[in-house]
C-alpha cells in the first residue's frame, strides 16, 4: 500500500475510533504526531525504509487508548471503504453513516442516473443460510410497498459474499439526530411526525409487515418535514435481542425501543411490537429522554419488563394528558392492553392533534376500569357508591330553616300586636 492509501486509511481508521467513542479526537492527534515523529527521526538518519516505523492503530494500542480486539473489529470497515466497493450498476459515492449492524452509502444507480442509499451488510452473515433466504424474501417483498411514509426499498443483491440492501436516498436527518442536536420536539410538532409513522405502519402492516426496529435513528426527515420510516423490510440476522445488545455502549440505542415480547424472544411477535416502539420513540421526542434507562442493556430491558412509566405529562406540565394517555396505551407491557392497530393509534393522534380528547385510549381507559370493578367485589362496591350529602350542607336545609324561621316570627309579631291592641 502507498503512503496516501495509507494515510487516507489511517484517517478512517481514526474517525471510527472517536465515533465508536473509544478514543477522543486529541487522543488520536497526538498519536498521529508520534507517528509523524518517528517518521521524521528515520529520515533524518538516512533510512529509506523507517524500521521503527509504527502504523497509527499500533500506536494507539501501545498507548493504550484502544485495544486490539477493538482493532480488529474496525479494520474490516476501513477495508470495505477504502477498497473502493464494487456493487454492480451502482457508484458508490460517499459513506453515509453506520449502525449497530452495517454501513450505509450514497450511491448512484447508473441504468436510471438516480440517488441511492446501499445498505451493505457485514460478510460474516453470508454463510448463515436462514438469514441469506429472508433478506432475499423480505427484500423484493418490501420493493412492492409504496408508500409516502416509508423509505422504498428498490432492491436487494449480492456483490461476492457481500449483501446490499439499495434504497431510496432521503436527504436529510434522523429523528435522533434531530433531538440531539436541538432537544426535544413541541407535542404539536412530535405528533405530526408520530402520524406519518403510524400511517407507515398501518400500511405495512396491512401487507404483513412488521418493522421490529421502529426508533428515532430508523424515522427520516425529508427538506419538507415528511417522516419517512427506514429499514423496512430489511431482514436481521439476529434476534431482536441480541441486536438490542449489540448497540451496549452506544448513547442511544436499540434496548431503548424495543418491546417487552422482542425481549422475551416471542416467536409470535406481531404489529403491536411496532406500536410498542413507536410508543418509546413518542415519549422521547416530547421528553428528550428515553423512556427506560440504565447502565447496560440488560438494566434497560428489565425496566421494559418490570418498572412502571412516568407519565409524560408528569414530566412535563406542557404536554397534555392526551397525549400521555396515547403513549401509555402503546406502551403497556401486556400487548392486548394496546392498541389492536395502527389504524386505532392514528384515530387517538388526530384527536390529539386537533385538539380532542383520544377516544381509543379513553374507551381503553374506561374498559380497564369496568374490569378493576368487576374483579373487586362487595366492599369496595359500596365505597365507590356516592355517599349521601350531609343535611346541613344542603341549601334546600338552609331555605326550609330561614322560611320557618320567617313564619314564626311573624307570628310572633302577629301575636304581640294583639296583645298589645
Ligand atoms: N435511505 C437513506 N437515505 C439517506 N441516509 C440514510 C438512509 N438510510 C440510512 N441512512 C443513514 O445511514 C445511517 C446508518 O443507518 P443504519 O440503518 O445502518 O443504522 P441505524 O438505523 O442507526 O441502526 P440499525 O443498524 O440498528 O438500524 C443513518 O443514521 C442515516 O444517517
Ligand atoms: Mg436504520
Not at 436516498?169 to 432537544?183: A, L, T
Not at 420513540?281 to 428489565?302: E, F
Request: hydrophobic fraction near 40%; aromatic fraction near 6%.
Amino acid at each position: 500500500m502507498n503512503q496516501s492509501n495509507e494515510t487516507s486509511s489511517d484517517t478512517l481508521l481514526g474517525k471510527l475510533v472517536v465515533e465508536r467513542g473509544l478514543a477522543t479526537q486529541e487522543e488520536i492527534q497526538s498519536c498521529v504526531q508520534m507517528q509523524r515523529e518517528v517518521s521524521l527521526e528515520s529520515s533524518v538518519a538516512g533510512e529509506a525504509e523507517p524500521a521503527n516505523q509504527r502504523s497509527l492503530a499500533q500506536v494507539m494500542i501501545d498507548e493504550g487508548f484502544v485495544t486490539q480486539k477493538q482493532i480488529d473489529r474496525i479494520r474490516p470497515e476501513v477495508e470495505e471503504q477504502t477498497g473502493k466497493r464494487v456493487i454492480p450498476d451502482y457508484q458508490i459515492l460517499e459513506r453515509l453513516g453506520a449502525g449497530a449492524m452495517a454501513t450505509v452509502y450514497k450511491a448512484r444507480q447508473l441504468k436510471l442516473d438516480r440517488m441511492v442509499a446501499i445498505k451493505v451488510l457485514p460478510r460474516k452473515h453470508s454463510s448463515n443460510e436462514d438469514f441469506v433466504r429472508r433478506f432475499f424474501d423480505e427484500g423484493k417483498a418490501a420493493a412492492k410497498l409504496n408508500h409516502p411514509n416509508i423509505v422504498g426499498a428498490i432492491d436487494v443483491g449480492q456483490a461476492g459474499d457481500t449483501y446490499y440492501f439499495v434504497m431510496e436516498y432521503v436527504q436529510g436527518r434522523s429523528v435522533f439526530e434531530d433531538i440531539q442536536e436541538k432537544g426535544p420536539y413541541t407535542e404539536e410538532a412530535a405528533l405530526k411526525i408520530t402520524i406519518d409513522v403510524a400511517r407507515a405502519l398501518d400500511h405495512a402492516h396491512k401487507a404483513g409487515f412488521i418493522h421490529r426496529d421502529v426508533k428515532p435513528k430508523n424515522i427520516m426527515l425529508t427538506g419538507d418535514d415528511t417522516a419517512k420510516l427506514a429499514d423496512m423490510g430489511l431482514a436481521r440476522a439476529v434476534s431482536d435481542r441480541e441486536a438490542a445488545e449489540a448497540e451496549a455502549g452506544k448513547a442511544f440505542g436499540t434496548p431503548y425501543y424495543i418491546s417487552p415480547e422482542q425481549i422475551k424472544g416471542d416467536v409470535n411477535v406481531d404489529k403491536r411490537a411496532d406500536i410498542y416502539s413507536l410508543g418509546c420513540t413518542l415519549y422521547h421526542m416530547v421528553t428528550g429522554n428515553v423512556p427506560y434507562d440504565g447502565p447496560n442493556p440488560s438494566a434497560v430491558m428489565r425496566k421494559h419488563l418490570n418498572h412502571d412509566l412516568t407519565p409524560v405529562d408528569h414530566i412535563n406540565h406542557h404536554l397534555t394528558r392526551g397525549l400521555a394517555e396515547i403513549i401509555e396505551v402503546c406502551m403497556a407491557k401486556d400487548r392486548r392492553k394496546r392498541y389492536a392497530t395502527a389504524a386505532d393509534l392514528l384515530q387517538d393522534l388526530e384527536a390529539v392533534a386537533s385538539g380532542e380528547a383520544p377516544p381509543q385510549a379513553r374507551k381503553m381507559f374506561d374498559l380497564s376500569q369496568l374490569s378493576a370493578l368487576d374483579q373487586s367485589a362487595g366492599p369496595m362496591e359500596i365505597v365507590a357508591l356516592p355517599q349521601p350529602e350531609p343535611l346541613v350542607e344542603s341549601p334546600l336545609f338552609w331555605i326550609a330553616a330561614i322560611g320557618w324561621f320567617a313564619v314564626v316570627l311573624l307570628l310572633v309579631v302577629l301575636i304581640v300586636m294583639q296583645v298589645g291592641n
